[in-house]
């Protein structure tokens, strides 16, 4: 089937049934947002404003929740820890204090900025992630069922999905998912993803993916449904707990904001809306599904739900999956003795209906069919083994939330809350997880989970010396045979021919393929095995019981693989399949077109061509970039590991090894060295090494901007065993020609021949606007003025398909002066005092976009405040308006601009009115009209910001000022000037603004990196690269709230130590040969982690003969004289060039001559810089406890290391459309409305996974936030199930020990605990304190708030002396971080006063009651509620210790006599601990009157308004002078200052 066919059946299938939604104005937001998210209710303006943590409101009016249905009674209030209610007039204020508001960065992946597609939703401790629930329950619903009846969408299993390899333009293939639980099939090319969108009582949708591109969408979204005839319109009532849940379909941009306001994503035009899309909210109608009977050879029939939508090749792979048919793979499904093909949809099946009998039929086999099968039957086989997992193949990642839970939350968490009362809880934690204990054990993070105890079926099974069959054995129908040893020990082999498979008389020396006794001919293998193995036929059973009892995320394959750095020692099996897949590349297997290899480039560029005009051409477009990005960066990887392992033949293998290229699977692979003296000007190796990643973040711009017509290579860099391997995509025709011939853009020699083409100007020129790029003239060697919109060495080549590619896109961003010294030009004073221009070892250093975004944003609001400033001075003084400003204007003058603003206060909003006014008049054609002194003060704001034009604020950057070798006319010095001036500006505004930002988040807590990754995330997300890391320290160290950042000071260190460390074991790799690599990484590690002082390397025993070998060999790694100079190395040595390297490229002083001495100096962890080394060099090590402190012997051996993995770094495509409703869904949260804010995140995960499939980080951030919002509104089962979700994602996406994983695993801990599994929830704390411990240590922020909850839950169930131990230390951490007089330590003293008086000990108790009583009188005031609930509570153990005294001095006068009165200790209720759980984890209930709602209501809305008015001048003016540039240019441009309404604006 043509590919163009099978996109159009694509496009027609996900076209079906979408109306609009009708959006009132108040509730629309614009959809482009500016992280971190600040969000308290109202704000307060000025300096203490609120801040919170999450990305959706910590507080919620629970007037706002009422109206959508919660009890009036009590208010549900999602909130921060410590939440002031202060009041102003008669309006409420919530007030989240900033120590009350920690925020964790975003996981690496996960970029930041106003990028598209980004979901700027940081990890917090308030949950803000969701998928959707398996358990949707239908009244209909029968076990195994696959689609929706009325009543509901059955959920059926999670279908696999093999894309058949003749049909599917080289989709890859996928993993199966079985058919017992009651999970609909997974959207996105990895698994299924359960219905979000199917209530109980809805139209029936099906959400089904489709194992074909003829069938791309799953069902019950946007993807699917009626064709547009057949939409009807209906009211129905809003979902809520409890009512019947309709099911609503958005359609994007219509019910979420004004179409013709939104800035269109990716730069693409959207069709005008239709009469239908404008308007009503609408309910999808589906067809309903019906069930039919499956009769399946040696069963009895059964009942399977289907929907019309779905093929029949879906069907298939539910019965692949199903546990009694399982075994079967080469079958058709007959009705009334008709064939059904495997890609027609059911509805279009004529006969097929409610009850109809679908046949299997058992086909004959064919050699593929039959490879097919046997891979099938490995898989099942395999299915509880987590090898796959830890060797990093196939998409496998490891998972241990489980043993944690004992399986599922879902029923057997119901089973648990019957028996709670009598169930004795074990509570006390290992040793090593109590406060204050030093051990940090390494295996307890991989804990033995008792489903991977093997159940052994066979022992031997895999491809027999026989093959292939000789041709008179083919004639008799013999495909292939199989050699297998039995669990029994019996040897057999097997014929597989094309009517099943049989035992031959064959053995290891003697072929003989006659049929051996018993003669049993059986279609599929596993019935065979079954007959002549009693042992395979009880295990294989018990196997997949156990397969289908698995939560399905701990099965679906990733997107992009995820590498453990631990593994235990595990049994090399013997794997046929796996020894194949080395051997073949898989070329030729069912995920490839048979007979050729995939047309990577082909593949890529057509999916970038896909239509894209509506909601569902976006989301097959954007699902197929997805899925093909995610096949190439696995090829890619593969083939690098293969370049460097030796096994691919160079392209030039004459030349040096260093020079040498390679084309493998259709993919151009080069290595990171200077070939031919090409970066000779830019520091040689250093900057060829560099080149490479500075182009993928080119490409991942581009790419992201995604301008029609214009196409970027794929591109994948890959660091393994010290080496940099680019991976990229083909031109096509570009090895035909000398590149000199195929440039037509550009410069191939970095400026000295230039060269450029109208149509890559039109195109690059669209691109110019949201990258910022200022188009502009350079001279050629014949000084010829040639224009370009972009930096020379961006080359631009035609391809034999008439596209027109760009590459070497290693200068889209303009250059960073700080690392640059330009011989006379002098930098800023904040610059010079920083002790810059430092020379760089390299001259590639580029500023990040999202420091270009945040600086050109900076400028956009000088540029409004000097504006506004000099109309009021107009206003009031009647007089001349001041003289132009200077380029360049300080950051100085930019604060006392903003003061004068300020002081201006009502006056400034007017004119900023007038401004946004000024500016659309200028930009407009009526500019003649406008008055020429106010002309003139357009022009001034303009000049003093640098703004490339005289009109309107446009800020742009020459990325080729300062390139060596570039040259400019004379006339446009001037221009070039400016440029310079922008560039020193720009680099000035990263140390005086970004990294105290920087820090000053982290003193507020409201950044709180964990470990390496996360900080670098948060300096990325400010736009601050990691060179700048030790300034980032230098910064923490001089800082007057040094004690608070003590956690990012021992975090920067360890990563300037392992990010040190891991440049010099890049160089010391590359001189290691293959044999003595196992041996080298030990001796490594010992000089860097072993107190062992002279730790010996162990050269490999055969030495001598391996360097003969090796003389003789021609194809060595590449660079690598194979010696031994690694083995020499001492940890002197290294810890001495770690200093070197921390004083050279950090510009840090680091002073440490072993590990022991930094350990005890900065206060490190061995164990965390083992991890963060691994981590960033791929180095898989040994799960076992190592001593690292022994003076007698080494920490490790060559047999501690296990593997050495590549770190990839590659494209992530985005889902745009989603992670716009994921943002308007946060508004709403935002802004109280729960109900629509659950809604939109509902509808955007659906969408993400149509777009992802059912495993991606985005989807883990939706499920959290879901999980969060169905807690609050009381749904404890659909949170409990969110989360759960959200744990299993992270853990398999992110890293088993990643910072969002501890994050996730303490939210599931607090729904656990308020659905009374109270076990579970300490079991998940303690596991969240064990990997906080390894990760980082006890010394943290994050640490005060886990061991608060562990030390509430301990209180709960009465384990006063533990709940003590924690609760102190949470109380000493809080001291630490947030001041000895903040209100968090306050709460912290009311918790262990809680304990001390449950324990009878009222001293303490005062004591610790008194402190907290204190500080709330302080910091609150005497009337606060606070205060007076401590006052109260004083009273009380006053009383209470009174009445001990005195029944103390009754015992003594009297002794044994006494009348002693039974003292009132009651242990603390399950509510109580629970009411302080919330307290603490930022849930709160505050009751409102209804007075105080509408105030609040009112006063919202009228800041909502103000908020609105500066947005549109924001807005407006910008998006008129693009207008007026380019119309198309302003339709692709994210604007300045188009985030998204957040309360803490309003």
Known sequence: MSWAGVCANCCWRLAEAILSAPARDEERAPLLPKPPIENPLPVQSGSDAPCARDPYPDIIPSSLASSEGLSTAERRILGSPGVEIASDGNFQVFRVRLDACPIAVLPADLESGTKWGELACPQANGAEQGLVKPEASSAGFKEGSWAGAAGGVGLASEAPFTYSSHESQGWGPTHKLEAERQVSPWQGGWGAVESNSAFTGSPSISQEEHSSPKGPGPHGDESSGL????????????????????????????????????????????????????????????DTGFTVKILVPGIETFSLQVSPQEMVQEIHQVLMDREDTCHRTCFSLQLDGNVLDNFSELRTIEGLEEGSVLRVVEEPYTVREARIHVRHIRDLLKSLDPSDAFNGVDCNSLSFLSVFTDGDLGDSGKRKKKGIEMEPIDCTPPEHILPGSKERPLCALQPQNRDWKPLQCLKVLTMSGWNPPPGNRKMHGDLMYLFVITAE??????????????????????????????????????????????????????????????????????????????????????DCVRAEDAYTSRLGYEEHIPGQTRDWNEELQTTRELPRKNLPERLLRE???????????????????????????????????????????????????????????????????????????????????????????????????????????????????EQEQSVIYGSIDFGKTVVS??????????????????????????????????????????????????????????????????????????????????????????????????????????????????????????????GPLENGTSEAGAAETAEAMEAAGEEGAGGLAKVK??????????????????????????????????????????????????????????????????????????????????????????????????????????????????????????????????????????????????HIFKTYLQGVELSGLSAAISHFLNCFLSSFPNPVAHLPADEL??????????????????????????????????????????????????????????????????????LKTGIQILLKEYSFDSRHKPAFTEEDVLNIFPVVKHVNPKASDAFHFFQSGQAKVQQGFLKEGCELITEALNLFNNVYGAMHVEICACLRLLARLHYIMGDYAEALSNQQKAVLMSERVLGIEHPNTIQEYMHLALYCFASSQLSTALSLLYRARYLLLLVFGEDHPEMALLDNNIGLVLHGVMEYELALRFLENALSINAKYHGAKSLKVALSHHLVARVYESKAEFRSALQHEKEGYTIYKSQLGENHEKTKESSDYLKCLTQQAVALQRTMNEIYRNGSSANIVPLKVTAPSMASVLEQLHIINGILFIPLSQKDLENLKAEVVRRHQLQETSKATTRDSAAAAAAAESPEEAESSPLPGDDPPTLSSV
Not at 851 to 856: G, N, W
């Open 227 to 286: 064709p547009e005839q057949k939409r009807e319109e209906m009211e129905l009532p809003p979902p809520w707990p409890g009512q019947e849940l309709p099911t609503v379909m958005l359609l994007n941009g219509d019910c979420l904001d004004k179409k013709n306001e939104e800035p269109k994503e990716n730069g693409h035009e959207e069709a005008e809306p239709s009469d239908e899309a404008s308007g009503q909210e609408v309910i999808v109608i589906q």
């Open 489 to 574: 020990d019996r040897h057999v082999s097997i014929t597989a021919s094309t009517r099943g498979f049989y035992l031959n008389q064959s053995t290891a020396y003697n072929f003989n393929p006659k049929p051996a006794s018993p003669r049993f001919l059986s279609h599929s293998l596993v019935e065979l095995l079954n007959q002549i193995s009693p042992t395979f036929k009880k295990n294989f059973a018990l196997l997949q019981k156990k397969r289908v009892q698995r939560h399905p995320f701990e099965r679906i394959a990733t997107p992009f693989q995820v590498y453990s750095w631990t593994a235990p020692q595990v049994e090399h099996a013997m």
């Open 623 to 737: 699902r197929a970039i997805f899925k093909v990005h995610s096949d190439f960066t696995a090829a890619a990887t593969r083939g690098a590991m293969a370049v460097i392992d030796g096994n691919v033949m160079a392209i030039n293998p004459s030349e040096e090894t260093k020079m040498q290229m390679f084309i493998w699977n259709n993919i151009f692979f080069s290595l990171g060295f200077d070939v031919r003296d090409h970066y000779k000007d830019f520091g040689g190796d250093v900057a060829a090494y560099v080149a490479p990643t500075n182009d993928l973040n080119g490409v991942r711009t581009y790419n992201a901007v995604d301008v029609e017509g214009l196409y970027t290579l794929g591109t994948v860099v890959v660091d393994y065993r010290g080496y940099r391997v680019t991976a990229q995509s083909i031109i096509p025709g570009i090895l035909e020609r």
């Open 757 to 882: 083409h109208p149509r890559y100007l039109e195109l690059l020129e669209k691109t110019s606007r949201p990258l910022k790029i200022q188009r502009h003239r350079v001279l050629n060697d014949r000084d010829e003025e040639v224009e370009l919109c972009s930096s020379v060495e961006c080359k631009g080549i035609i391809g034999n398909d008439g596209r027109h590619y760009i590459l070497d896109l290693l200068r889209t961003f303009p250059p960073d002066l700080n690392f640059l010294p330009v011989a006379g030009e002098e930098l800023p004073e904040d610059c010079r005092r920083a002790g810059f221009p430092k020379p760089h070892r390299h001259k590639l250093c580029c500023l990040r976009q999202e420091l270009v975004d945040a600086f050109v944003e900076h400028r956009y609001l000088l540029f409004m405040k000097l504006a506004a400033i000099q109309l009021m001075q107009q206003k009031a003084n009647r007089a001349e308006s001041p």
């Open 917 to 1062: 006014e000024l500016a659309e008049t200028i930009a407009s054609d009526n500019g003649p009209a406008v008055d020429p002194k106010s002309r003139e003060v357009i022009q001034n704001a303009c000049k003093a910001v640098g703004s490339v034009s005289s009109t309107s604020f446009d800020i742009r950057f020459n990325p080729d000022i300062f390139s060596p070798g570039v040259r400019f006319p004379e006339s446009c010095q001037d221009e070039v000037r400016d440029q310079k001036q922008l560039l020193k500006d720009a680099a000035a505004f990263l140390l005086s603004c970004q990294i105290p930002g920087l820090v000053k988040d982290c003193t507020d807590h409201t950044v709180l990196p964990m470990d390496g990754a996360t900080l670098a995330e948060a300096m990325h997300q400010r736009g601050i690269n990691i060179r700048y890391l030790g300034k980032v320290l230098g910064f923490v160290l001089r800082s007057p709230a040094r004690p608070q950042l003590d956690h990012i000071y021992k975090i920067g260190i360890s990563e300037l130590i392992t990010r040190s460390a891991k």
């Open 1105 to 1174: 003969v391996s360097k003969k070998k090796n003389k003789r060999r021609k194809n060595r790694p590449p660079g690598g004289a194979d010696n031994t100079a690694w083995a020499v190395m001492t940890p002197q040595e290294l810890w001495k060039d770690i200093c070197q390297e921390a004083k050279n490229y950090f510009d840090f002083n680091l002073e440490c001559e072993t590990v022991d001495q930094a350990v005890e100096t900065f206060g490190l962890q061995k164990i965390t810089l083992l991890r963060e080394i691994s």
